[in-house]
């Protein structure tokens, strides 16, 4: 596979404008690892409450300090790496969330739970900015494939961890979790390899930036990107709100609704992040053709007739719902990612690090508040109140055309 990776685009021909798939499907690669490791956290809150006695508000606060170092931390580095890169930077990424995923194997209280969660968001921070600046390098031009495939990898890997702790870390415990650290190892194994190419195509970006700026201008002031990217912000808010709502509480959920054992929970919600990874890969491409915006308004607008009905049906009907709400609200992530690089040209790693870290940051707050709401009301009552949220996908209406002449924004002077 590495030898793959570093012939894909030769260091000599860094003009050409093909897409560098091999690095592509690496980075894909490697984002399932990532995830899968993270993923595994969540998926093991029935397993960690039923052991250390925790309430859903010390739930939220597991969520809320892994989402916190990475939302924190992700602006800075983007912002870093912009200017100075880091090629290498992916592979320490990836040790850090190894020495996270080792402690949590053998947390013995709350506060090294913590601590272990916090260890992995830092690896996580580090990962997701460079990792979709290298997506764009090898993109071809591609950026909504690039970005789509970057991203199907993390979400495959968000659904695959609950299943795997379902057979493996319900049966055998939380030591268990130690084998998994074998993902780590090959993950900082394939990084290293993506990054030897980095470090030799670092000249990719420019050359294509300084093309696609040939290809025509959209110009906006100041004022249209800052309510393009306040507006992009509160769909970030309607999305992750309501997603973190699902992928953290929809196995109390169904055990409290339906009285489904806990394993049998797992796997529902692995049947819903499949879902998600299948609305992944689908959006990118179809906004590279349909546009981005178009694809915005579907994917969360799209998704209020599901969440509205969830609340009120039957087991079975539940889980049909959320394939479609899963694949209809996963399209939104590439497409709200791409269009923002096209208002901030230049600043991949800043933007990634921005939106990564305010959807990581988000999800991190929402959880601790929709653990809140569910001690002091249900779970029921939670999925009755962010049923509402994919209604906000109507401030699309406020985001600008900026791919008419399919080129880069320029600011008005």
């Known amino acids: 596979m590495h030898q793959g990776i570093e012939k894909a685009i030769p260091a000599g021909s860094l003009a050409q404008p093909g897409t560098a798939?091999?690095?592509?499907?690496?980075?894909s690669f490697s984002h399932l690892l990532n995830d899968t490791i993270q993923s595994l956290l969540p998926a093991m809150y029935p397993v960690l409450k039923n052991s250390f006695r925790l309430n859903f508000t010390q739930i939220g606060l597991i969520t809320l300090t892994f989402q916190a170092t990475a939302s924190l931390l992700q602006p800075f580095i983007g912002f870093y790496t912009d200017r100075r890169p880091k090629p290498y930077s992916l592979a320490a990424g990836m040790g850090v969330t190894l020495a996270g995923l080792v402690l949590?194997?053998?947390?013995?209280?709350?506060?090294?739970?913590?601590?272990?969660?916090?260890?992995?968001g830092t690896g996580s921070s580090v990962f997701h900015p460079e990792a979709?600046?290298?997506?764009?390098?090898?993109s071809g031009g591609k950026h909504g494939f690039a970005q789509s495939l970057f991203q199907v990898g993390g979400n495959l890997g968000s659904s695959v961890g609950p299943l795997l702790a379902?057979?493996?870390?319900?049966?055998?415990?939380?030591?268990?979790?130690?084998?998994?650290?074998?993902?780590?190892?090959m993950g900082i194994f394939v990084l290293a390899r993506v990054g030897r190419w980095y470090q030799h195509?670092?000249?990719?970006?420019?050359?294509?930036a300084h093309a696609a700026g040939e290809q025509g201008l959209v110009r906006l002031s100041r004022s249209q990107v800052a309510l393009a990217l306040a507006t992009l912000v509160m769909l970030i808010f309607s999305k992750y709100i309501?997603?973190?709502?699902?992928?953290?509480?929809?196995?109390?959920?169904?055990?409290?609704?339906?009285?489904?054992?806990?394993?049998?929970?797992?796997?529902?919600?692995?049947?819903?992040?499949?879902?998600?990874?299948?609305?992944?890969?689908?959006?990118?491409?179809?906004?590279?053709?349909?546009?981005?915006?178009?694809?915005?308004?579907?994917?969360?607008?799209?998704v209020a007739p599901f969440s509205l009905v969830l609340?009120?049906?039957?087991?079975?009907?539940?889980?049909?719902?959320?394939v479609f709400i899963g694949v209809i609200l996963a399209s939104a992530f590439s497409a709200i990612l791409v269009y923002a690089y096209e208002l901030l040209p230049g600043n991949v790693g800043l933007v990634a690090g921005l939106f990564f870290g305010l959807a990581f940051g988000i999800a991190g707050i929402g959880s601790v508040v929709l653990g809140r709401l569910a001690d002091h009301t249900s779970i029921n009552y939670v999925f009755k109140v962010c049923a509402y949220l994919p209604l906000l996908g109507l401030l699309t209406g406020f985001l600008p055309e900026v791919e008419g002449a399919k080129g880069r924004v320029v600011l008005k002077t």
Request: charged residues 10%.
């Open 242 to 302: 309501y997603l973190i709502s699902l992928t953290n509480y929809y196995m109390f959920y169904l055990i409290d609704k339906f009285q489904v054992s806990v394993q049998a929970a797992q796997v529902y919600l692995f049947v819903f992040l499949f879902a998600v990874a299948a609305g992944t890969i689908i959006g990118g491409p179809v906004g590279d053709r349909i546009g981005r915006k178009l694809v915005i308004w579907i994917s969360i607008l799209g």
């Open 311 to 322: 609340p009120h049906v039957g087991l079975t009907v539940t889980i049909v719902l959320t």
């Open 104 to 120: 949590l194997s053998q947390a013995w209280n709350f506060s090294v739970i913590l601590v272990a969660a916090a260890l992995m």
């Open 166 to 185: 379902a057979l493996i870390i319900v049966p055998y415990g939380q030591a268990s979790i130690l084998w998994f650290s074998l993902l780590a190892f």
């Open 21 to 27: 798939l091999n690095v592509l499907l690496a980075l």
């Open 201 to 208: 195509n670092l000249g990719l970006l420019k050359l294509r």
């Open 132 to 138: 979709s600046r290298v997506a764009r390098m090898a």
